[in-house]
């Protein structure tokens, strides 16, 4: 089918009236173990609904709907539905603390929250009689219990109820009719590693730059099968899920991020959008399993790995064709060995895979090309509605690009090394917030990312965040971000936070996968009580010491890590260490592990 890139406010319908009766959604109910199915007419229909339904509610044109859910099928039909009556969507994310729905709420005067479930509901309830704008709640989870006399709340079932029968439809399709694309299609609040929330606006012009700029380098079709994994929160999901309702391909709805890996291999999708973490996982999953088979096999994959390598990397990525002895060794090894990966993964017909969000290990990028799954490696921001460039399967790349600029995006390189942006798909300005809006863009009208990098030969290298980079007491300066990804392929570290702003040598705060560390702890007769013990141990310190040195010896000797103190505990939301997105907020655990911290540092 070619892209339909219509106004979201009608883009389901303009689908439906192509696909009809083909199946368009693949989900599971809230706690249910059936994946169940939607088609497009019935798709179309249910948003058709909920805008009649939010009519009937009292939703105003350009007004702001709250959407408080992890992903689920009624969070799709709540944003076009909305959208199908030109109102703006808010999204939090499923994981946001109450004071931070508080803040969004209050800041866009939220009157309707759609919330997931229990957890949510529960929070929208708690914050309600402190934010002033606040009306409804309408719960999207029928096994959700509404708290007795909360005459605030309603359960999305009985909400539909609301446009059975399609009662305003004449108003709803007048809405449509005089729909502008400079309208504001969502307010998205970025949580940032630093400072308070801001919300960023994004229209429909740049909804629609964005998928005409995409369509031409991102090579999906109405025959892929494409798992929602990332929150439909996070502008790369956002932007890539509606990317692919416009060429009709099927979305497969996963709630839960945990069940990732199980939905996978029960659906089969042939795409997936995700962040590194993702395929660190699978990297070192795979590379466990290995380690622990037989020699023979041991060797076969190793031997498989060179060749796919060769192929793949040396080759193709270099836009070389391989040499016929090659290829046909790797057509072999990808049918008895890299076949039986891609299937225990449920990606037996792997098509391609959309990578941002954090820097890419060398190592991860390259093993996942090499056992033939196509990475495509991206750079974005929520500011400029996701992809700024990103690996084109049909062209050369270089492993640690972030790929060709797509069309109609300018790239600059200020004097100091940030890249700057302009274009259509990039955003005007932060909601409610002028004075920032101001300081984010130069004289002449270029967003300034906060990200420093360098094109070369038409791809985009970046090296770090602009005020994450750390200047060492010795004067010389560290990318935290490029020395996390080296060390998170290792299998024992979970998450990791780089130490060096200031300080004499770079240093390390270490959250190690516990299971295998006990595993590693039982079979070296290393006796514990619980996870502090095996933090304190010497002999542990020392394997994990040597298993360190060995992944950063390409490292320049200052960037090295001297010292690590491994915590017993993950960092966490609650305390404020990680955004929704999971990245690491440096200047809270500075605070939070002060004296862990200096504890390194001591002479």
Not at 4 to 14: E, G, Q, R, V, Y
Not at 49 to 65: C, D, F, R, Y
Not at 548 to 563: G, M, S
């Amino acid at each position: 089918m070619e892209q339909i890139n219509s106004h979201l406010s009608t883009l389901i319908h303009d689908v439906a009236a192509r696909l009809g009766d083909r199946e368009a959604l693949i989900y599971k109910d809230f706690g249910g173990t059936q994946w169940k199915s939607y088609s497009w007419n019935q798709f179309s229909m249910k948003v058709k609904t909920v805008s009649n339904a939010m009519l009937n509610l009292g939703v105003k044109i350009q007004e702001n709907v709250g959407v408080f859910s992890q992903n689920s099928v009624q969070y799709l039909f709540t944003d076009f539905g909305a959208w199908g009556i030109r109102a703006v969507t808010i999204p939090f994310y499923a994981t946001s603390s109450e004071q931070q729905i508080q803040f969004m709420i209050s800041d866009a005067k939220v009157r309707f929250l759609f919330v997931g479930e229990q957890e949510q509901y529960d929070k929208a309830r708690r914050v309600f009689s402190m934010c002033k704008t606040l009306e409804k709640i309408i719960v999207f989870d029928p096994a959700v219990h509404i708290a007795e006399g909360d005459q605030t709340a309603m359960h999305f079932e009985d909400f539909l109820k609301l446009g059975d029968g399609l009662p305003r439809q004449a108003e709803v399709e007048s809405l449509q009719k005089s729909a502008s694309f400079d309208e504001i299609a969502n307010i998205l609040y970025t949580s940032g590693t630093t400072g308070d929330s801001k919300g960023v606006i994004l229209t429909h012009s740049q909804y629609h730059a964005a998928f005409e700029a995409n369509h031409k380098c991102v090579p999906v079709t109405e025959d892929d099968r494409i798992m929602n994994f990332l929150p439909f929160t996070h502008i790369f999901e956002k932007g890539w899920k509606i990317l692919c309702i416009t060429v009709g391909a099927r979305l497969i709805v996963n709630t839960h991020p945990m069940e990732v890996q199980q939905s996978m291999r029960e659906t089969h999708p042939t795409c997936m959008s995700s962040v590194p973490r993702f395929w660190e996982k699978v990297y070192t999953g795979v590379q466990e399993k290995i380690e622990n088979s037989g020699l023979v096999q041991r060797k076969l994959f190793q031997h498989a790995l060179v060749v796919g390598r060769k192929h793949n990397i040396e080759y193709l990525a270099c836009g070389k064709r391989p040499p016929l002895a090659l290829h046909l060794e790797y057509e072999m090894l990808n049918k008895t060995v890299f076949s039986l990966v891609r299937k225990e993964l449920g990606l037996e017909n792997a098509h391609f895979f959309p990578t941002a969000g954090a820097a890419v290990s060398h190592h991860v990028e390259e093993f996942v090309h090499s056992i033939g799954i196509n990475m495509v490696v991206g750079y974005g921001l929520t500011e400029s509605l996701a992809t700024v460039s990103c690996n084109h399967l049909d062209k050369p790349f270089t492993v640690g690009s972030v790929g060709i600029p797509i069309d109609s995006i300018d790239i600059r390189i200020s004097e100091e090394g940030e890249v700057l942006l302009k274009g259509p798909t990039i955003f005007k300005g932060y909601y409610n917030r002028d004075d920032i809006t101001r300081e984010s863009f130069t004289t002449d009208g270029y967003f300034k990312t906060g990200d420093s990098g360098f094109l070369q030969n038409g791809e985009l290298f970046l090296k770090d965040r602009i005020k994450d980079l750390f200047k060492t007491s010795n004067g010389k300066y560290i990318a935290p971000q490029m020395i996390e990804s080296k060390l998170l392929v290792d299998k024992y570290i979970d998450q990791i936070a780089i130490i060096a702003d200031q300080r004499k040598f770079v240093s390390a705060l270490i959250i190690p996968v516990y299971s295998l560390l006990e595993e590693y702890a039982r079979e070296h007769g290393i006796a514990f009580q619980g996870r502090e013990d095996l933090c304190r141990n010497k002999q542990i310190h020392d394997m994990l010491m040597e298993r360190i040195d060995t992944l950063q010896q390409q490292l320049a000797h200052y960037e090295q890590v001297k010292r690590f103190t491994l915590l017993p505990h993950s960092f966490s939301l609650e305390r404020g260490e990680l955004t929704n997105t999971l990245k690491i907020k440096r200047r809270v655990l500075n605070e939070n592990y002060k004296k862990e911290i200096d504890e390194m540092y001591k002479e």
